[in-house]
């Protein structure tokens, strides 16, 4: 394995992502996701992800019971 694998490994090993190795090594994700693809995410940044996950689909289910986070303009047709 070269350096650029090993450097994949390590910073998949720390908990980034697919695409934030990829960002980091200024690499596309196809050449990162060859050499990480066996090796799971942490827990912990599995249990990040579900959390942040959550937020955001709360924040829309709300949105779709009517309950929106912005405000709507009332439109006036001069009526």
Same mark, same amino acid.
């Given at each position: /394995?070269?350096?650029?694998?090993?450097?994949?490994?390590?910073?998949?090993?720390?908990?980034?992502?697919?695409? =934030?190795? %990829?960002?980091?090594?200024?690499?596309?994700?196809?050449?990162?996701?060859?050499?990480?693809?066996?090796?799971?995410?942490? =827990?912990?940044?599995?249990?990040?992800?579900? =959390? =942040?996950?959550?937020?955001?689909?709360? /924040?829309? %289910?709300? %949105?779709?019971?009517?309950?929106?986070?912005?405000?709507?303009?009332?439109?006036?047709?001069? /009526?």
């Amino acid at each position: /394995m070269n350096t650029f694998g090993r450097t994949c490994v390590d910073l998949r090993k720390q908990g980034l992502t697919l695409q =934030e190795i %990829a960002r980091k090594t200024k690499r596309p994700k196809t050449s990162v996701y060859n050499y990480i693809q066996d090796i799971p995410l942490p =827990e912990k940044t599995i249990k990040k992800f579900r =959390e =942040e996950n959550g937020r955001h689909i709360r /924040m829309y %289910a709300l %949105a779709r019971n009517g309950i929106s986070q912005r405000g709507f303009k009332k439109f006036n047709f001069g /009526m």
